[in-house]
């Protein structure tokens, strides 16, 4: 099955500093990756995805870019704000299929 | 975007005792759903997938007769936790899809259970 790797566990960055959190898959089936802001206590929210035909995409602040050869895939959060504080989550779907496997979690802590 | 709509927020009951979670669609139909578990700081592990009108697929080490899903129509499906012990006190949350295709999937606000 999907295993999927995902690092730092955390993350501190100053205002204004870019983040980038880094994931790494194992199943080359996989072709759905999206990434998940969870806030303590409340639900995930989708933040950005990406599939598998695509390297790159960029909503605003925050891109992704995927590297299927090497089967990795970053978030890239530029211009950071306190309110971007937060644990965010990657995932993946193995192709023809909802069952999505999420990473560990990166904490990111934005200070001021 | 779809609203996934999970009841009770937060349950307290005592060990040996039952408690159901529901996790409903509130405006699509969901035909998959998924029940996670998601311990303090750390991932949300899935522990089964199911199918309006068909029986649950649980993941390796989820015991099904501890763990009851019941995915009864398109938009609702309940999670029991039978005989509860404070072991199984955790977050409990539930996603659902409107496509077997992968998709976005919509995340219920979550369940915390506290057994005591």
């Given at each position: 099955g999907?295993?999927?790797e995902q690092h730092p566990s955390t993350l501190s960055v100053q205002e204004g500093d870019s983040a980038v959190i880094k994931c790494t898959y194992s199943d080359s089936a996989s072709n759905?990756?999206?990434w998940y802001k969870q806030e303590l206590g409340k639900r995930p929210q989708l933040i950005i995805d990406i599939r598998s035909n695509v390297g790159e995409?960029?909503?605003?602040?925050i891109a992704v870019t995927l590297n299927k050869t090497?089967?990795?895939f970053s978030l890239h959060i530029t211009e950071t704000q306190p309110e971007d504080s937060a644990v965010y989550f990657c995932a993946a779907n193995p192709y023809n299929n909802n069952d999505m496997r999420f990473g560990a979690g990166t904490r990111l802590t934005v200070k001021p | 975007g779809a609203v996934?709509?999970?009841h009770p927020s937060w349950v307290i009951c005592k060990s040996g005792t039952s408690v159901k979670i529901e996790c409903r669609s509130l405006d699509f139909q969901a035909t998959t759903m998924?029940?996670?578990r998601?311990?303090?700081?750390?991932s949300l592990m899935l522990m089964a997938t199911s199918n309006e009108g068909s029986k649950a697929t649980y993941e390796q080490g989820v015991e099904k007769d501890k763990f009851l899903i019941n995915h009864a129509s398109l938009t609702l499906s309940t999670l029991?936790?039978?005989s509860a012990h404070p072991e199984d006190s955790s977050f409990y949350i539930c996603s659902a899809t409107d496509s077997p295709m992968n998709t976005e999937a919509f995340f219920g606000q979550g369940t915390r259970l506290t057994v005591v």
């Open positions: 999907e295993n999927v759905y990756f999206p995409k960029k909503d605003q602040r090497a089967k990795h | 996934v709509s999970q998924f029940w996670y998601q311990f303090p700081k750390q029991t936790v039978t």
